[in-house]
């Protein structure tokens, strides 16, 4: 009966990281199948060197800095700590949307002025030509567009949504994959055109969220109160470290295709991206259950809860990244065959799937540290490791690249991650419990007011 009764309040601890991995398990097939099919498709247009440079396009707004440098966090932490209804979140609100849409603006300009210059080509090491250029440019305009909707999914993550923003963005690959098919239809041969319609996705994804937060505002309450000066979120103080990881990680991560693009060979960048195509979603189940932890985390008051939140989550995240690794090193060679199709210059050596395992393994280990120092602390301590880690990494991608190939520049993102982030959170994670005050027993408690009446 204990165990009964243990099972269902974990499960209703849990029940949004649970729910939301398992709305990412769900839309995996729909999306995983889209992606496959997709990326078919532009092999056979455009063959195994047209599939390397179409997969260095679509991730350009992962390489280049083109986020809200972590100002969408303060919603966050301000719907976690005070709800919907407060006049605090609503002053929120309104600064953030402000500042995105300004970052928004901005970004834009940049998209268009660096096509204009003929600049996106010789940045990504692609073959050069006004298609390339425009398409660089829509690609990195529909990620600034996305970033004021980017709010959204901040919204309904601190309000224990996850599962339903999962779902959502789950849209995006179906949409893409519907977009890729249209452009075959034309036999076109030109990468561009396909990155220009794959990369259309996860705005239309966005847009489709944003509608769904914005419903869910307008049941909220209208704020009566004032914010006072004391009241008042200092976004500044959330997003400058935010900023700092936002601007690090996808700079050190996403490196990896542009590092081989100039160092290595074509044949590498496709192998890299052929596995790569099975490790993004499964990295995405980690990342989207993870997020959840955050709120979780921001609502616990006592060291108490804390630890007991952070040992459920190491468990969970252990045996999650164990079969996640697994399923990539057995059956990842299985999906990549079927890409791949019967073009025998695509193929990925088995060691190229161990490494990706292997990463799999270190950001599920790392998860839960990660969303356990996000308080104002932590996050000066992770933006300190994640300009470290790029430091590190980039470096040692272009030597271990050079020389080695895929299998180099993702053995390099082992080591960084080991030491600038996984090492560092360790030892900082206990150093939080004691931060939070004490949560005492029962017995504790009648003693504690025992001995104040005496």
Same mark, same amino acid.
């Given at each position: 009966m204990f165990k009964l009764v243990s099972t269902r309040r974990l499960v209703g601890q849990f029940g949004d990281l649970l729910g939301s991995m398992g709305a990412r398990v769900l839309v995996l097939p729909v999306s995983g199948v889209a992606t496959i099919l997709g990326s078919r498709i532009v092999v056979e247009a455009t063959g195994a060197e047209g599939f390397a440079w179409f997969s260095l396009v679509i991730s350009l707004p992962l390489l280049i800095p083109i986020s809200d440098f972590g100002i969408g966090a303060a919603l966050t932490d301000v719907v976690a700590t005070d709800g919907l209804n407060s006049p605090r979140f609503w002053s929120t609100l309104k600064k953030v949307l402000s500042l995105l849409a300004s970052i928004s603006g901005f970004a834009t300009l940049i998209a268009v002025g660096m096509a204009v210059f003929g600049l996106w080509s010789p940045l990504l090491g692609v073959p050069g030509g006004p298609l390339m250029e425009l398409a660089c440019a829509a690609v990195a305009l529909f990620a600034a567009v996305g970033i004021p909707l980017g709010a959204a999914q901040?919204?309904?993550?601190?309000?224990?949504?996850q599962t339903l923003s999962t779902l959502v963005l789950g849209f995006g690959g179906v949409w893409s994959l519907s977009a890729t098919w249209v452009v075959s239809l034309f036999e076109a041969s030109d990468f561009a055109l396909y990155a220009l319609a794959y990369a259309s996705g996860p705005l239309v994804a966005q847009i489709l969220l944003g509608i769904v937060a914005t419903r869910i505002l307008r049941k909220a309450r209208p704020p009566l109160g004032v914010v006072g000066k004391k009241g008042k979120v200092r /976004?500044?103080? /959330?997003?400058?470290?935010?900023?700092?990881?936002?601007?690090?990680?996808p700079l050190a991560y996403q490196s990896d295709r542009t590092v081989l693009a100039h160092v290595s060979s074509m044949d590498q960048l496709a192998s890299y991206s052929l596995v790569g195509l099975i490790y993004t979603p499964l990295l995405s189940i980690l990342s989207v259950g993870g997020?959840?932890?955050?709120?979780?985390?921001m609502t616990q008051k006592e060291s108490n809860g804390v630890r007991k939140l952070y040992w459920h989550g190491i468990a969970i995240f252990a045996i999650l990244g164990i079969v996640l690794a697994s399923g990539l090193i057995v059956l990842g060679p299985a999906i990549t065959h079927i890409v791949k199709g019967n073009d025998a210059n695509l193929s990925s050596p088995i060691s190229t799937y161990i490494l990706f395992g292997m990463l799999l393994l270190l950001f599920a280990a790392h998860t839960t540290n990660g969303m356990l120092l996000m308080d104002e602390r932590g996050r000066k301590l992770q933006a300190v490791g994640s300009v470290a880690l790029l430091v590190v990494k980039v470096p040692l991608s272009i030597y271990l690249g050079s020389h080695f190939g895929a299998e180099g520049v993702i053995a390099s993102t082992i080591v960084a991650v080991t030491l600038c982030l996984f090492i560092p959170a360790c030892v900082a994670a206990p150093r939080y419990w004691q931060r939070r005050p004490v949560e005492l027993t029962d017995q504790a408690k009648t003693s504690a007011t025992e001995k104040f009446a005496r």
């Open positions: 901040r919204i309904l993550l601190s309000l224990g949504k /976004v500044h103080m /959330v997003a400058v470290p935010m900023a700092i990881i936002t601007l690090s990680l997020q959840t932890l955050w709120p979780m985390f």
